[in-house]
């Protein structure tokens, strides 16, 4: 099978398989708060997990980012935007900083250069 004829049948199969569960699932999701970190906490990063909080009832647990100054000022900026007003954890290396539960997320920002 060509990587073209995967990608085909294994769309249709997936928007099938989420069109049947779309309404459970969006209604099921909605009722969680789901823990957020975010990886790359500059300007996207930032402004992305800024409005995930405003839409979606997420508790941001963790923050990275390699520039100290630009991890402390989005932890200040997220504490003060998401309900529990607590300041996420904030690391600048991944190692060991994102270790969330079931129902968590992790956002990764990278903007420019080459990944390999």
């Given at each position: 099978m060509k990587r073209r004829e995967f990608l085909q049948a294994s769309g249709v199969g997936l928007a099938a398989m989420?069109?049947?569960?779309v309404s459970g699932l969006a209604a099921e999701l909605?009722?969680?708060k789901k823990r957020v970190g975010l990886i790359g906490s500059g300007?996207?990063?930032k402004i992305d997990l800024l409005r995930l909080i405003q839409v979606a009832p997420v508790d941001v647990v963790s923050l990275c980012d390699v520039d100290r100054r630009t991890l402390a000022e989005a932890a200040d900026?997220?504490?003060?935007?998401?309900?529990?007003?607590?300041?996420?954890r904030?690391?600048?290396n991944t190692r060991g900083s994102i270790s969330l539960t079931s129902g968590s997320a992790v956002?990764?920002?990278?903007?420019?250069g080459s990944v390999p």
């Open positions: 989420a069109l049947t569960r909605a009722d969680q300007w996207y990063g900026i997220v504490a003060s935007r998401q309900l529990s007003k607590k300041k996420p904030s690391s600048p956002g990764v920002t990278f903007i420019g």
